[in-house]
């Protein structure tokens, strides 16, 4: 497709659970992102990554989080042992360049994520 | 750090009403400034930008103006339509960073 996909779109679990989370950014662009838009909240910063850089992980929240990005394109979040408190919208974007000032990102419809 | 403060929604106006949602933001330097919007079942997507001070941003009759003396980006529209409900989020990019730091977002409800 023409736009960021992700997979799934919705995903229910269990307290404890590990989880993994897909994003499928646009052919050809280098800069990937993911942001957690929590209820009532903000996207709240995760993860960024661009090229062969290593990613920015300032903003994963905890080390039950981690991402991955294989050969520059599709990319993995992975949160272990989940808690009730990681039930959000996972959403994902992508830049064609570096992003940063003026760079538009173009997001994903997102991971409805819900810890049970 | 970087921050951005939206006004809380909902806000609902009739079609044809003239819009204003507040944003302001804490940052140093001099940040770029952005407005994105999230149409009902669909991702975020930009609406408009401003990089320096005094630059208005503007698209689908939306305008916003960066003022850093009140360090403000309103956004505002003429006349709305039904079809401009959504949720619209404010966001900057500080200098030397990448990562977008966004409001909380404020819901838009148009009603016929």
């Known amino acids: 497709g023409a736009g960021v996909s992700q997979s799934p779109s919705n995903k229910v679990t269990e307290k404890g659970k590990d989880v993994e989370l897909r994003c499928d950014p646009i052919s050809g662009h280098t800069a990937l992102y993911w942001y957690r838009q929590s209820l009532g909240q903000g996207l709240e910063f995760l993860i960024y990554?661009?090229?062969?850089?290593?990613?920015?992980k300032s903003g994963l929240p905890s080390d039950r989080f981690s991402a991955e990005r294989t050969g520059g394109s599709v990319s993995t979040l992975t949160i272990q042992r989940t808690q009730q408190e990681d039930s959000a919208v996972y959403l994902c974007a992508s830049s064609l360049t570096q992003g940063g000032r003026g760079e538009k990102l173009f997001f994903g419809s997102g991971t409805q994520l819900s810890v049970l | 750090g970087n921050s951005v403060t939206q006004m809380e929604g909902p806000v609902t106006l009739s079609e044809e009403a003239f819009l204003t949602i507040n944003c302001t933001y804490t940052?140093?330097?001099?940040?770029?400034l952005f407005w994105y919007v999230q149409y009902p079942g669909e991702g975020l997507q930009l609406l408009l930008k401003?990089?320096?001070?005094?630059d208005k941003g503007s698209n689908k009759g939306f305008e916003a103006t960066y003022r850093k003396e009140t360090t403000s980006f309103h956004l505002e529209k003429g006349s709305v339509q039904v079809s401009d409900s959504a949720v619209y989020f404010c966001?900057?990019?500080?200098?030397?960073?990448?990562?977008?730091?966004f409001g909380s977002g404020t819901r838009l409800q148009v009603q016929p």
């Open positions: 940052a140093t330097g001099y940040p770029s």
């Open positions: 966001a900057l990019v500080g200098t030397g960073r990448r990562a977008l730091t």
């Open positions: 990554f661009q090229g062969n850089s290593a990613p920015d």
């Open positions: 401003a990089t320096k001070a005094d």
